[in-house]
């Protein structure tokens, strides 16, 4: 019934904890196929494809295969290239030479877009190519669907990481920061919220890139969590932006800001650090031309910089700030996984795979929910158009990605609402237990 | 057979993920004594105890008690404090007011010092105190014991984080830095080599502070491992020191080679930064009265700016990359828990509290290793001095802590030895599994 040819899967973007449950289940799935001739696995996505690198994928068995899926990070390798009209020509070129009929991408947004042109392209040339994508994203800022493989396993790393942070800052009270990833979208810093399990529990304030705040709207909150706890744990996205959707550390109203409270001097260090940056091939520049804050944890040390000199300025009192940026690890952390997130990342690999085995057809593996309690959860897989999952036929000026909804968004714009929990709840599976000694607040 | 009298119990440092276990060892085991007429908690340590700030433990059932010790951070609340001689009269004086006769401090080197003086000021004035110090820490560099309840949770967090990274870096590959916890000891710095599973694993490089290094040796050692590998994953200990013992960050040596290899700059943005310090309060100067950079990812950065700067220099061509520090998570994270760890932890508040309950005895528990491989561990706790544990009677010059072991490092002084791996793994118990897929190298 089907075309016989030969199968490849790429990974593209940043790793997930379950990127390679994917992976595995597009491998297991095809395994089953006669049709498929032979399973390639492009090594570093389409940089490897374009260069004619490939693994033969049915070299590894069953118990090999196993441990990469339980294995963060792609396993094919990964990489940042966004192919152009060009390069999207010679990925066709590459498919046609080794005689390629299924072709399997798993990544973000930007892979559901370049699929989508290497399935033009083929269709255009009369050649049979089977093109899929599969999700994965920590972010999890794709259209159509309810929610992407990778974000569940991240999310759960972001509550466990701030359920601890939470009982630290308890136990030595002072004002913590955590900067969450994410980019444009909050997803994952609303998961800190989870984090909550006894009254007055931390995060505080959860500051999502959705919203556009002020420094000193920032800071406010911040000084007011701090006077109603004795502390305050604070969630920031990495996206956390002006009124103007500008990020912070590109912020002109920022900068006005800084200067109106008399903090020159964080500007200073942000030029000094650009011309450290300088030196090592070029600094970023923001959008009005000045250096950007480099380095991972820029941010990070600019909020707790500002609120120090805030809190003094205002106390007259040093105050004990702390902050850190969560790092790679929310991405790619060994032995932290959702169950359901490990689950859903093969089911999506193998769902792609079945679907293209029916017939000459394309698109992206998306999830519906069907159920959703605490004790009753389903998510049954269907398969979107790789067109409406890119979004690249919207209109000029609309999102091609899919931010924290408003209804998740509560609490004057610095919280999420207890909707938000009720739907990501079941995407994280059980938390470990918090137990908590009533103590006399510490000032 | 014992004395009549109240048990106190606290807190002190900072906290680990098992802290609360050993809390909670105390009090279930003071539950089964009559001679305890009570048992109270200090509220943030010693600060709380010369406040007279109590918690009645009698107050938590059991489950109550089972989820504080599950939970990381300090339930009782902490402290910073490093009781004077003055204070300890007084926290004896305390005591005394409130019919004390048990007083058990879970903490560190400091503790087992400040416990020390309690005690000998209730002998002196003829009161039965029995004191002991019942140790926890991440940094494991507690003098007479095996190891440190505290250290195995955080090591395997450590573990795991650095098996994600290193998958991370295969994906997408670079030079990725983790700075670890650990202040002068390497225990929890050297704990990033059990990441290494398969051949090339990372860490490829781990930096101690045992051993003094040149920023230049730093730089060399990080391009070997990059030109070897084409990727490095690097393990620095955050007390990285030049061959003075002066750590990386105040170190007049690591100035001079700044400035030798034209990166002034570097140097420019530690005195930005300062200032930007000196408004919230004043900035931390180092041994030479310069000013430190600081803030939670200052070491990570500037080591990561140093290396671009190094690897354009040298190839004229921009390498990617990237430093985490490794956070607070490190001693605190939630549902990362080495179970031999917990156990332990729980032991040592027991067995504190059993010996104190046999006569007027004080100390501190250790933990003596007597059977070691993988499938068979075990350690028995055992009662050391106060004095041997604090170091106190140390001769001038001698260290007041335990330092990682020489026979544990080796590699040129940029690893660990195989001899550590066996020490550590049972401590930490099953990781997580970690499958590769061969890939031809990317350049």
Redesign the interface.
């Known amino acids: 019934m089907s075309t016989k040819g030969k199968l490849v899967v790429g990974?593209s973007g940043?790793?997930t904890?379950v990127i390679?449950q994917s992976l595995v289940g597009v491998i297991q799935e095809a395994m089953k196929h006669e049709s498929v001739g032979g399973i390639l696995?492009m090594?570093?996505g389409v940089?490897g494809l374009l260069k004619e690198?490939f693994?033969d994928m049915r070299g590894?068995n069953a118990k090999?295969?196993?441990?990469?899926?339980?294995?963060?990070?792609?396993?094919?390798?990964?990489?940042?290239f966004k192919p152009k009209e060009e390069d999207c020509k010679n990925i066709f070129e590459v498919c046609r030479k080794h005689d390629i009929h299924y072709y399997f991408y798993i990544g973000g947004n930007d892979s559901a877009l370049s699929a989508g042109i290497v399935n033009k392209i083929a269709r255009a040339a009369g050649y049979e190519l089977r093109v899929f994508h599969v999700p994965k994203t920590i972010d999890n800022d794709l259209l159509v669907t309810d929610h992407c493989p990778g974000y569940g396993s991240a999310a759960k790393y972001v509550a466990?990481?701030f359920?601890?942070?939470?009982?630290?800052?308890?136990?030595?009270?002072g004002i913590?920061i955590d900067i969450v990833m994410g980019r444009n979208a909050g997803w994952l810093t609303a998961a800190a919220a989870l984090a909550r399990v006894n009254p007055g529990d931390g995060p505080h304030a959860v500051f999502l890139p959705e919203r556009g705040y002020t420094l000193k709207q920032f800071l406010e909150t911040v000084d007011a969590a701090y006077q109603k706890h004795g502390r305050a744990v604070i969630a920031v996205s990495e996206g956390i932006a002006d009124t103007d959707s500008n990020t912070f550390m590109e912020s002109e109203k920022v900068r006005a800001e800084l200067k109106e409270m008399?903090?020159d001097?964080?500007l200073?260090?942000f030029?000094?650090?650009g011309?450290?940056?300088?030196?090592?091939?070029?600094a970023k520049r923001d959008a009005f031309g000045h250096i950007q804050l480099s380095?991972?944890?820029?941010l990070?040390?600019f909020l707790?910089?500002a609120t120090?000199?805030y809190?003094?300025?205002k106390y007259q009192?040093?105050?004990r700030v702390?902050?850190?940026?969560?790092?790679?690890?929310q991405?790619?952390?060994?032995?932290?996984v959702s169950e359901t997130d490990a689950l859903e990342a093969r089911e999506a690999g193998v769902a792609a795979t079945r679907i293209a085995m029916l017939g000459d057809i394309d698109g992206s593996v998306c999830f519906r929910r069907l159920e959703s309690n605490f004790d009753k959860y389903f998510c049954e897989p269907f398969r979107a158009s790789l067109e409406d999952v890119s979004g690249v036929n919207f209109p000029a000026g609309m999102k091609q990605y899919r931010p924290l909804d408003d209804r998740f968004i509560g609490g004057n714009d610095v919280d999420v609402t207890p909707e938000f929990i009720d739907w990501v709840r079941p995407l994280i599976g059980d938390?470990?237990?918090?137990?908590?000694?009533?103590?006399?607040r510490?000032d």
Not at 295 to 298: C, F, I, K, N, T
Request: aromatic share 2%; net charge neutral; charged share 25%.
């Open positions: 990974q940043g790793p904890a390679n696995g090594v570093h940089e690198q693994v590894l090999q295969l196993e441990a990469v899926a339980a294995t963060p990070g792609a396993g094919l390798g990964s990489c940042r466990q990481c359920m601890g942070n939470d009982a630290d800052n308890r136990a030595l009270p913590k008399g903090m001097a964080i200073d260090a030029e000094a650090s011309k450290v940056e300088d030196l090592s091939g070029g380095g991972s944890g820029a990070a040390d707790a910089s120090k000199i809190l003094y300025k009192k040093k105050a702390r902050a850190d940026t969560l790092g790679y690890a991405r790619s952390m060994a032995g932290v938390l470990p237990p918090k137990g908590v000694i009533e103590l006399p510490k």
